[in-house]
């Protein structure tokens, strides 16, 4: 599928000249270590001993029942250390550092989520660790930032643009140039130049790896469909990828928003609103105006607000080998309370996007047959994202009473 970094038409490294070392270097790494069984042990070991893979594939009965049709299972991402998915990625790029000897890791982020896997791989490996985030999520995102600080991350403020995350990842990419010897920089999802896509998904790869493997040790077959939120498209690749030879049908769960005619949204592959271009070192699609200007995404999920989207995963839209929908906001909130009450578990508002979509479908099919979520992190230590999404009185009240004690 892959030819020096294309997926079909998309993909591909535009890079300035003087980074072109530093990605040659990296694919060479990359390409070394990415088919060596003792590398894959190695990232294997760690994820088990200091997250907690294999994360479980549960079974939701109380779900199943209330929806009626397909027995749902759900993905444990969230049981992963520091919450979700972002893990799998950031440990296998700590190793790969170890590999280069170098000893400084940058990372951009937007909600805070993958700078706090950052910095916390950068503990555990004693690497310097610096975090590059827009002024306006820094504002946002207080207990984020304050948890980085403590993993002894320096959190740099952007005050470039919109001082959004695509803001963050051009500062990112201008810290690089000036500190190539001893600095990478680890991309939190598949975008950006080749190699990124390939390998953050090579990390990912690990929750289909597992899930297919659950699947047919406890059922015997396989899913009929399979539903993951995306985002930048890591823990959709990172589940898909394992049953793209398989008839199983592989759905994308993209932020509705306020709704698609809304123009309030961040649908790149299930909306009419975006356009393929070239931004940030690769090609996909964008949501754009007809200037190539960024435009303003929405969405209640911080983690799903990014403009661009995978290659690998606008490849696989062309193809038609992987459907995209949409969620609305409101539509989130209702699946997010609905699994918390039925199952005790609390998604993450990211992850509560692929449930709409199986809760809608999965009473369309035969209670013989199987459909899998992909629960990519937990939502409760967001919350104060999740509490503003259900606009709780009292927890409003709470708020304003702590702030009035600290003025006191
Ligand atoms: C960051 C994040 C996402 C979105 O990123 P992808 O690269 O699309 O997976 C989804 N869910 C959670 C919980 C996240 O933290």
Known sequence: MIDR????????AYLPEILVATFDQLVEKFNEVKDDPDFWREYTDIMSTYSCRPTPLTFADNLTRHCGGARIFIKREDLNHTGAHKA??????????KRMGKTRVIAETGAGQHGVATATMAAKFGFACTIYMGEVDVQRQRPNVFWMERLGAEVVTVREGTRILKDAINESFRDWVTNMD????????????????????YFQSIIGKEAR??????ENRLPSRIYACVGGGSNALGIFQAFLDDSV???GVEAGGKGLSSGQHASRLSSEDASVGVAQGYKTYFLQDGDGQMKETHSVAAGLD????????????ATGRVRFEAATDLEVVEALSLTIKKEGLIPALESAHAFVQAFKEAPTLDPSEIVIINQSGRGDKDIFTVADAFADPEWQEFIKKKAEDYDA
């Open 88 to 97: 799998n990625n950031v440990m296998g790029q700590g190793l790969l550092v």
């Open 213 to 218: 493997r659950q699947i047919l040790e406890t």
């Open 249 to 251: 049908e592989l759905v």
């Open 182 to 201: 001893t600095t990478h920089y680890v991309l939190g999802t598949t975008c950006g130049p080749h190699p990124f896509p390939e390998m953050v998904a």
């Open 5 to 12: 970094g294309y997926y079909g038409e998309f993909g591909g």
């Open 306 to 317: 990014y403009v661009g989207v995978s290659p690998i995963l606008a490849y696989l839209a």
